[in-house]
């Protein structure tokens, strides 16, 4: 197991913001490779078309996701991180009511997300915290 800390000079470990960024940039890629699923969950409430919030959504996760990787630029990443998984969430609302009678599986898997969304926040927070300065 990974130890928070570098066990050689005691400065926090940047590895996980470094896999935060890794992962925000291929979901950011994901939006444009397969963009489909992500318009279907953007609220229809939003104005404008569904594939211009999946596409500025994608371009916002790859933005933050390269912003994490840096190390001169992480606690913004970071910040914006937060921001887009506060973001997000009524989409992540959204797709547990559009997905409610797909059956108890689809039911299940977005209820599940949304408490998720503590954790992706709190581990942004912790790269913010850790980040060089």
Not at 33 to 61: H, N
Not at 69 to 98: E, K
Request: glycine fraction near 8%.
């Amino acid at each position: 197991m990974t130890s928070p800390t570098s066990a050689v000079d005691g400065v926090p470990s940047q590895v996980p913001a470094q896999r935060m960024g890794a992962m925000l940039i291929g979901m950011g890629v994901l939006h444009f490779v397969a963009p489909k699923p992500f318009d279907s969950i953007v609220p229809a409430q939003l104005p404008g078309s569904a594939r211009f919030y999946t596409l500025a959504s994608g371009v916002a996760e790859a933005a933050t996701g390269a912003a994490l990787l840096a190390p001169r630029t992480r606690r913004l990443g970071a910040l914006a991180a937060v921001a887009l998984f506060i973001g997000v969430f009524p989409a992540n609302v959204n797709m547990v009511r559009l997905w409610w009678s797909k059956g108890w599986l689809a039911r299940i898997g977005t209820i599940a997300r949304l408490p998720l969304q503590v954790p992706m926040i709190t581990q942004a927070l912790k790269a913010y915290r850790n980040a060089p300065r």
